[in-house]
Nanobody
Framework: QVQLVESGGGLVQPGGSLRLSCAAS????????VGWYRQAPGKQRELVAG???????NYVDSVKDRFIISRDNTKNTTWLQMHSLQPEDTAVYYC????????????WGQGTQVTVSS
């Protein structure tokens, strides 16, 4: 069975940094595009950073200069390094993996809370 497990969330002050991790099991990780999504209360879930199985990345404009997505297929893990965090970054962050070709196989983690507050 497939599991994606996020960790690394927490409470930070504005300007601080956090590193989120997502460990996958039950899939051949290298065959999946991965992404980090976030959802704040009352708002739509949005893709903040993604990386294809081939290593191409994309970011939502609001985080492009502050966040970095990475992955290590030998560790079945993707990370989201977040810098210069602001209150508007407060959300539940979710890890996602989707098969790079089929498009019908998609998995989600349970989410980890990131709160940016003074």
């Amino acid at each position: 069975q497939v599991q994606l497990v996020e960790s690394g969330g927490g409470l930070v002050q504005p300007g601080g940094s956090l590193r989120l991790s997502c460990a996958a099991s039950g899939i051949i990780f290298s065959f999946y595009n991965v992404g980090w999504y976030r959802q704040a209360p009352g708002k739509q879930r949005e893709l903040v950073a993604g990386m294809t199985s081939g290593g191409l990345t994309n970011y939502v404009d609001s985080v492009k200069d502050r966040f970095i997505i990475s992955r290590d297929n030998t560790k079945n893990t993707t990370w989201l390094q977040m810098h210069s965090l602001q209150p508007e970054d407060t959300a539940v962050y979710y890890c996602n993996a989707v098969f790079f070709r089929a498009g019908t196989e998609q998995y989600w983690g349970q989410g980890t809370q990131v709160t940016v507050s003074s």
